[in-house]
């Protein structure tokens, strides 16, 4: 099967003539939706069956549905979902019970995930929430210790799993000293590599094994103080395949984002040479689609060999009570069913 080595958005509701013929011609290996192509779940569900059927295959089809403020789907049609912070809070006071809610809450979002055909969830993020950090982050972390953090995301990943839905582990190797939003402009970390290891980057150890990843756009001074994550060599090998070791997929994060340099052609080479498997284009637009495609190789090597073994993650997930279940989070985390 011929698919090519990027991930891409689309501009609305439905899809575009313009869009199919790009889809068939340019076979990206996945798609990801943002709240421009979500009005009901109808429409939601038959746009995904749609573009799968233009790619010939059951395509991954990603989204971020964190809960809290990243979440793509909303009310009326979607329940609201807590933001992590919430699962942080829960731990201090009892970790077993927190650990529990976390899993029931993702358990809950792949059932509405899986329901319209999505089966990527851009969760967990295992990014550390601290004084120096932008407030991008914030409440979307589950706390400012790596053990913490690393245990909730488990737990987290775990319920999407078992809901059939996959994993992304986010924003490796760690966002949370970031000082500026990497949507507009480029963080720079000066932090030490010690303190970095210490912290940041070790609460992703304990998730290496997760099936995909995304990365950060900073830069992390005392390692590569010329280029982020995203688009460096050496924090690619030395800290998320050598200290994190990490296994899985890693995909950067959108190349449209304020913090890269240079046009989309060339953060996705520059992407692609720092080792990411995989590059994420999320805008929708097509004067930078077709140049992103242009630079995305055929998936295979290794990058085939991750892809195919996260794909293989996607079960068919177990019948549950999910109207049981949500009452149970509800109580949980003391918000009304």
Request: contains cysteine.
């Amino acid at each position: 099967m011929r698919v090519r080595a990027f991930i891409t958005g689309l501009a609305g509701p439905e899809l575009l003539d313009q869009e199919r013929a790009f889809l068939k011609e340019a076979a990206p290996w996945g798609l990801i939706l943002f709240a421009r192509n979500v009005q009901t779940p109808q429409q939601v569900k038959a746009l995904v069956e749609e573009a799968r059927a233009v790619l010939g295959w059951r395509a991954p089809v990603l989204i971020d549905q964190e809960g809290g403020r990243v979440q793509r789907l909303r009310p009326p049609h979607w329940r609201e979902y807590p933001p992590a912070e919430v699962f942080g809070r829960l731990y201090g006071e009892d970790p077993a019970g927190a650990l529990a809610a976390t899993r029931l809450n993702s358990r809950l979002i792949a059932a509405d995930l899986a329901e319209l055909g999505i089966d990527v969830d851009c969760l967990p993020v295992a990014d550390l929430r601290l004084p120096e950090g932008h407030g991008i982050i914030g409440n979307r972390a589950y706390g400012d210790t790596p053990d913490v953090v690393a245990a909730l995301a488990r737990a987290a990943a775990e319920g999407l799993l078992e809901g059939g839905v996959l994993p992304v582990l986010k924003h490796i190797p760690g966002h949370g000293r970031a000082p500026v939003d990497s949507h507009e402009r480029l963080p720079r970390v000066e932090a030490p590599r010690d303190v970095l290891e210490r912290t940041d980057f070790a609460a992703f150890r304990p998730l290496a094994d997760l099936p995909l990843a995304m990365t950060a756009h900073v830069v992390y001074a005392a390692i590569d103080p010329d280029h982020p994550a995203t688009t460096s060599r050496i924090v690619m090998d030395e800290v998320v395949r050598g200290f994190i070791g990490f296994s899985g997929l890693v995909m950067s994060d959108d190349l449209s984002m304020g913090a890269l340099a240079g046009t989309v052609a060339e953060r996705a080479a520059a992407a692609l040479a720092a080792g990411c498997d995989m590059l994420l284009h999320c805008n929708g637009r097509m004067d930078e689609m077709i140049p992103v495609a242009a630079e995305a190789p055929l998936l295979d090597g290794r990058a085939a060999t991750r892809a195919a073994s996260a794909l293989g993650a996607r079960i068919a997930p177990a019948a549950l009570d999910l109207d049981a279940m949500r009452r149970e989070l509800a109580t949980r985390v003391d918000k009304p069913a």
